[in-house]
Nanobody, 126 residues
Framework: QAQLVESGGGSVQGGGSLRLSCAAS????????IGWFRQAPGKEREAVAGVYIGGGRIWYGDVGKGRFTISQDNATDTVYLQMNSLKAEDTAMYYC???????????????????WGQGTQVTVAS
């Protein structure tokens, strides 16, 4: 089964940037789509962005369109989430998650994702 480890969270002033990383390992036979989700205290989890681990099939949720960019590194099986122009409302725990895929599709519904990381906290001061 896939293991996912997030890193790169922290505290930043409004308008600043952070880059989150999700290191994926342990999957066999089938490859994976990796998605980023976030959850603020008292709120439902939101879909942020996703990509096929081999490249392509990129999707973005409404929360970060125009400010967030997802990318992947084939050599290290790492997925990045570059977050620019951060706002206080971006404060949340950010999780990466994975679901199996043959590369022809990637879903953005959290219920489809099977494997989840522990999360990394992002705090944006207003």
């Amino acid at each position: 089964q896939a293991q996912l480890v997030e890193s790169g969270g922290g505290s930043v002033q409004g308008g600043g940037s952070l880059r989150l990383s999700c290191a994926a390992s342990g999957y066999t036979r089938s490859s994976q789509c990796i998605g980023w989700f976030r959850q603020a205290p008292g709120k439902e989890r939101e879909a942020v962005a996703g990509v096929y681990i081999g490249g392509g099939r990129i999707w973005y949720g409404d929360v970060g369109k125009g400010r967030f960019t997802i990318s992947q590194d084939n050599a290290t099986d790492t997925v990045y989430l570059q977050m620019n122009s951060l706002k206080a409302e971006d404060t949340a725990m950010y999780y990466c998650a994975a679901h199996p895929s043959d590369g022809t599709w990637c879903d953005n519904e959290e219920g489809v994702f099977i494997y989840w990381g522990q999360g990394t906290q992002v705090t944006v001061a207003s």
